[in-house]
């Protein structure tokens, strides 16, 4: 083999050398175009995903605050209703202490009209026996009816 078949021999091995290196390169050139390219994607994916997410996240704290605003105008109302009551509940009793007391006041007059009445009830008993024996008297003969019968016969 002379020179230059060797020469051509290498340079041949070179170049064909040189051309799977360069296939390789441009194989995995491709790979690394095609990862870069599903990063990107997720990437993408990620950040539409996590702008979802935090849509519906504050949908949902919106959701969760208008509900809490709901319930604290209810508690609210019960609250204003609840003193209302209270306060209605106070002037009942307030009402009932005056009406206990009025109360109070008529049944004292009452059993002052009842001993009164009582009192009047033993003194009319009192004067009918007075009236009685009186009438006993007087029905009765006195001596001096009897006396006075005996001189005129």
Not at 20 to 43: G, M, P, S
Not at 80 to 93: A, G, T, V, Y
């Amino acid at each position: 083999m002379s020179l230059n078949e060797i020469l051509w021999i290498v340079t041949f091995s070179v170049l064909l050398l040189g051309g799977v290196i360069f296939r390789f390169a441009l194989h995995y050139r491709d790979q690394v175009k095609a990862l870069k390219e599903q990063v990107n994607n997720l990437k993408k994916e990620m950040r539409e995903n996590e702008l979802r997410y935090l849509k519906e996240s504050k949908q949902t704290i919106d959701e969760c605050d208008a509900d809490l605003k709901e319930r604290d105008k209810i508690i609210e109302e019960l609250k204003q209703e609840l003193e209302e009551r209270d306060e209605e509940m106070k002037q009942l009793k307030q009402k009932t202490e005056e009406h206990e007391k009025a109360f109070r006041n008529v049944s004292e007059v009452v059993m002052t009209l009842e001993a009164d009445v009582q009192s009047r009830d033993a003194e009319i008993q009192r004067l009918t026996q007075e009236l009685k024996q009186r009438d006993e008297a007087v029905k009765a003969p006195s001596h001096k009816n009897k006396k006075s019968k005996k001189k005129g016969k």
